[in-house]
């Protein structure tokens, strides 16, 4: 993200709300010392030495006082000012004004290079796709339970699989291919590039051309703790509440022991409306495994956090589905998934890029963003 962040009233009036108690303290810690002088100097018998460090700390205190009221007073009028516009903004939404904030710049497609050449109609057509696309969903329907999500959490907390710098796991990754997906049979490693190309091509910030390379490397998951593919790759989703039905291959989750449990059958389920996703279980997979990692050892800003949990989320990106489980700060990361999700999918063609010549501009992109180097996986 890009320029100076204009201060809000309501960050200005928390830096007023922080600064009261320091000062508020110090006239403690100011009524301390004076006692403790008080003390010192009445031992000494030296009357002339106390009336004189009396005076100081009370013109000391009394200042501090005074500092005191004086930010009060500014608090007090700041906060008269945020209702204001907060009551201005209502008005304005009641008669029908639509309030318009600028968007960042990263998230926009417009000139985008990405859709030259591709035709975005032949991606994701699962009716056309192999046979063993349709069997990978059918068991992971089946198999993805609350039970099972609540079991790869705990499990995941519980050790240390490996260590190793981003670069070695984005090789180690390049054996698995992925069984869920229709539109491309390279290798990992190649659709790590394609995708962080794409993304470069199109200027976007270095944070984000670094989740395009590394967005999949949760799929490591499958050399380690996986069942098998169904819980590392593939289409995400909620578990504990109603499965859309604008999920792919919706009728597999027929099999699934969820499907008639009265409660997990409800619209929100075992959640309340607008709890957040971070209160909501999405199926255990690659995207939540490595937004786990990074979150841990990384320097990613929300966004790229949000990209890499979400990407493989299509019901909520895409069917804008689940809308009722989100709070205000999951419509702000959603959009930011949003503008991932293209170069994630349309950047798998045939083009393929020579990876050594690539190589030193993304290990320096690795280094700016994970310091320690060695990773925890």
Known sequence: MSGMTKPTISSLIHKENTDSPRISKRVGENHGKLQSSLSSVLQNKDKGYLMERLDEDIQTINLLKSELKKKQKEISSKEKDLKKLQKLIRKREDEGEKIVVEEPQWMSSVNSKLYDDIDIKTYRQYELAKDKVAAFYKTQHEKQTVEYNIQARINFKTKIRDRMTIWEALEKLNKLIDESDPDTELSQIDHAIQTAEAIRRDNKPRWFQLVGLIHDLGKLLYFYDSKGQWDVVGDTFPVGCKFSKKIIFYDY???????????????????????????????????????????????????????????????????????????????QMLKAVQAFNPYDLYSKTDVTYNIEELKPYYLELIDEFFPSKIVDF
């Open 253 to 331: 989750f027929k099999r699934n022991p969820d499907f008639k449990n009265p409660i997990y059958n409800l619209k929100y389920g075992i959640y309340s409306a607008n709890c957040g996703l971070d209160n909501v279980l999405i199926s255990w997979g690659h995207d939540e495994y490595f937004f786990s990692i990074c979150k841990n050892s990384s320097t990613l800003p929300p966004e790229a956090l949000a990209m890499i949990r979400y990407h493989s989320c299509y019901p909520l990106h895409t069917e804008l589905e689940y809308q009722y489980l989100m709070n205000d700060h999951d419509k």
